[in-house]
C-alpha cells in the first residue's frame, strides 16, 4: 500500500431490478515518519553563528522535537541568542557553553 492508494473507494450493487445500492469508504494510508534533512556536525568559534536543520515526512504529519545532551531543548540553559522552530536551531553569537550534542526527533501519534 502506498499513498497513492489513498481516497475513495465505493462499491455498487446492482441486479437489474430497482434502484442500485452503495456504499463509500475512504482510505488514509499511514506512514512512519523518515528524515528529509538530518543535522549536521557543526564546528565554529566563539562569536560565530550555526544552524541545524531537521525536516520529516510521513502521514500524519510529524512533530520535530530538538534535544541537547539527550535532553529536550526546553530544559537546556536558556539563551537569548537560540532560536529554535520546529525545523530548525539557528545560535547566534556562540559561546562555550553552547557546546554538545543537538539532535531532533520526529514523533507521530502513532508512535
Not at 562555550?96 to 502513532?110: A, I, P
Request: charged share 30%; net charge negative.
Amino acid at each position: 500500500m502506498d499513498f497513492e492508494d489513498s481516497g475513495a473507494y465505493t462499491c455498487e450493487a446492482s441486479n437489474g431490478v430497482g434502484l442500485a445500492k452503495s456504499y463509500s469508504i475512504n482510505l488514509e494510508v499511514l506512514a512512519k515518519p523518515r528524515f528529509i534533512t538530518e543535522p549536521e556536525i557543526q564546528t565554529a568559534a566563539e562569536g560565530e553563528e550555526v544552524s541545524f536543520e531537521c525536516k520529516a515526512d510521513g502521514f500524519p504529519a510529524p512533530e520535530i522535537k530538538w534535544i541537547h545532551n539527550g535532553k529536550p531543548i526546553r530544559e537546556a540553559e536558556d539563551n537569548p541568542d537560540r532560536i529554535v522552530t520546529p525545523e530548525k536551531i539557528t545560535i547566534r553569537n556562540l559561546r562555550k557553553t553552547d557546546t554538545g550534542n543537538y539532535g531532533c526527533n520526529s514523533t507521530y501519534d502513532l508512535g
